[in-house]
């Protein structure tokens, strides 16, 4: 059984991939699992500084979900080169470095350093809801992802993934404007945009009042963007959204994704990106195929 | 840190107060590497429904049995309470009290509401504490029993007088502290009440432990919900409750 895909001219053992934000740097999970299991991890979103993030409460569960605003903490991109990248490269995974920035300049001094230096793709986060500068405000209009796109291009010496916003009325416009605008491949969703309220001190639970939903609610939203997107460019699509098991893993492959992303389930099950893959393999297996990018747009509408 | 998901085997739930749900599990691994301090995080129930796991305080160790006690308050702790059969616990997660019996002579510990739960292992762990347990009323009064075993001391008191002293424990701490002479204070509580405990503590100039709770996801550092603030500068500002804590120094946090 095949289980390596390749995304814009990077092999992956598998295509299952930590997502930004939910794996850190891989120092925890790898205290659970060998990170050799995972084809590839999207590291926690970098900014050009460090940042220290929203104040909490940060995260709370809904129906079928949660809803986080953790507000991009992270070391900062020096940081990540100096400190990250040498731990992640005692593994075979890749290493999808994420830039989340708040100008243009910043994606582009980002995609520039970080193609200097030992990743293996960078996926550009133009769809961050919970900073207030840049983040979403870039995602949602497609001129300005093909502008942004267009010229983070001419920095970015590696494959170049944008990471589409769920939070626009046709996701499919957004998607053609990366495609113009030189990305390698796309990534979605990002979070939805959400909120809770405590009826009990009538405050928002997050501190930040709005977050980011993702987790098995979403699931049918991001399904139903996949399949669109496929269906309107010639990108390979690396498909996330509420993804828990193998059974939501095909679900995507069939609806175009190359790959995918598992986030939210490591925060059910620590193991969840090893587990997925495997029950991946066992639907391949009882149906038999090969190649698991043979699975890819698969899907048959009558 | 090393960290391990658990099928364990739910050996009892039993409601010992309204609201209040006192559960044993059995693994022996678990047992064996729980600290005073650590917690579990637990799935309770349909995780498709419920993503995130809970984060409950070990309340006592007893074999290779695991004692944790939990307040049923919204989705996640009314499902625990329906379990039976096995519960998957990620645990013992976090950095418990940091338990000296060479150097700390004489212990304060306090606890309020359920943050008395923690509490009970940490006593029965020191040589010597003196135990300060408060309750809201006499209905939630529980474990004093397992307090005077454990403890030197133990005063228990209820915010409305039902039962054992009027007020707030703290205030008995203070007044003690005219006669004993405390060398370190451990706290688990109310985020009012951790706060004036780490006030005090800081002015008497008694070294101080604080149990801190936030809303939390992965449990193991990965995921940066679960923040508290600390006096620190830049990307340290925040820190994971989870992995950092939930037991902080009262001098590093800011409540």
């Not at chain 2, 739910?10 to 005073?36: F, G, H, R, T």
């Not at chain 2, 998957?88 to 060479?102: E, H, R």
């Not at chain 2, 029993?145 to 703290?170: H, M, P, R, W």
């Not at chain 2, 992965?218 to 939930?246: F, M, W």
Request: charged content about 20%; some cysteine.
């Amino acid at each position: 059984m095949n289980m390596k895909v390749k995304i814009a001219g990077v092999e992956l053992n598998n295509p299952i991939i930590a997502a930004s934000g939910t794996f850190g740097f891989g120092h925890e999970y790898g205290e659970l699992y060998d990170l050799n299991e995972v084809g590839a991890i999207s590291v926690k979103g970098l900014t050009k500084a460090p940042r220290a993030g929203n104040p909490p409460p940060r995260i709370t569960e809904t129906p079928g979900g949660v809803l986080n605003s953790v507000g991009l903490q992270n070391p900062g991109v020096d940081a990540f080169i100096e400190k990250e990248i040498p731990f992640l490269r005692q593994y075979s995974c890749k290493i999808i470095a994420n830039m989340a920035g708040s100008t243009f300049e910043d994606y582009c001094e980002m995609a520039e350093k970080l193609s200097a230096v030992d990743v293996d793709m960078l996926e550009m986060n133009i769809s961050c809801p919970n900073v207030k500068a840049g983040g979403a405000a870039f995602g949602t209009n497609p001129d300005t992802v093909f502008e942004i796109t267009k010229t983070v291009r001419k920095y970015a010496k590696l494959p170049l993934i944008v990471k589409l916003s769920p939070n626009v009325s046709d996701i499919t416009e957004t998607a053609k404007a990366a495609e113009a605008g030189g990305a390698d491949a796309l990534s979605l969703i990002n979070t939805l945009t959400g909120m809770a309220i405590d009826i009990k001190t009538k405050r928002p639970i997050l501190a930040n009042v709005i977050g980011g939903l993702s987790g098995p609610c979403v699931k049918p939203v991001a399904l139903r963007m996949v399949h669109q997107v496929y269906n309107s460019v010639n990108l390979p699509i690396i498909g996330m959204g509420g993804i828990s098991n193998g059974t939501d893993a095909v679900e995507f492959f069939l609806a175009g994704s190359a790959a995918v992303q598992v986030g939210t389930a490591n925060f059910t099950d620590p193991y969840a990106c090893v587990r997925i893959r495997d029950e991946l393999k066992e639907y391949m297996k009882a149906e038999n195929i090969a190649n698991v990018s043979d699975l890819t747009g698969q899907l048959i509408v009558d | 840190m090393s960290y391990e998901v658990y099928t364990c085997t739910l050996e009892s739930q039993k409601e010992i107060a309204p609201n209040i749900v006192e559960a044993w599990v059995v693994n022996a691994e678990l047992a064996a590497k729980a600290k005073p301090g650590q917690f579990l995080h637990i799935q309770c129930g349909d995780a498709t429904s419920m993503p995130l796991r809970r984060p409950i305080s070990i309340c006592d160790v007893q074999g290779d049995r695991v004692c944790f006690i939990y307040e049923v308050k919204g989705r996640g702790t009314k499902s625990l309470q329906q379990q039976y059969g096995e519960l998957d616990i990620l645990g013992p997660v976090g950095n418990g009290f940091t338990v000296d019996n060479g150097k700390y002579k004489c212990p304060a510990v306090i606890g309020g509401g359920i943050g008395v739960y923690p509490m009970l292992f940490l006593t029965k762990q020191l040589k010597g504490a003196v135990a300060y347990i408060g309750f809201r009323n006499k209905d939630l009064v529980t474990l004093e029993d397992e307090f005077n075993k454990a403890a030197d001391s133990v005063t228990l008191t209820t915010d409305d007088g039902s039962y054992g002293v009027a007020g707030f424990a703290l205030e008995e701490l203070k007044k003690d502290c005219e006669t004993k002479q405390f060398d370190i204070i451990y706290a688990c509580g109310p985020k009012g009440m951790l706060r004036a405990v780490k006030a005090f503590a800081e002015g008497a100039g008694i070294p101080c432990q604080l149990s801190l709770e936030e809303r939390m996801g992965c449990g193991i550092g990965a995921c940066l919900t679960c923040s508290c603030e600390t006096t620190h500068e830049g990307t340290d500002k925040y820190k994971r409750v989870c992995r950092n804590g939930p037991v902080f120094w009262s001098e590093e946090v800011v409540l």
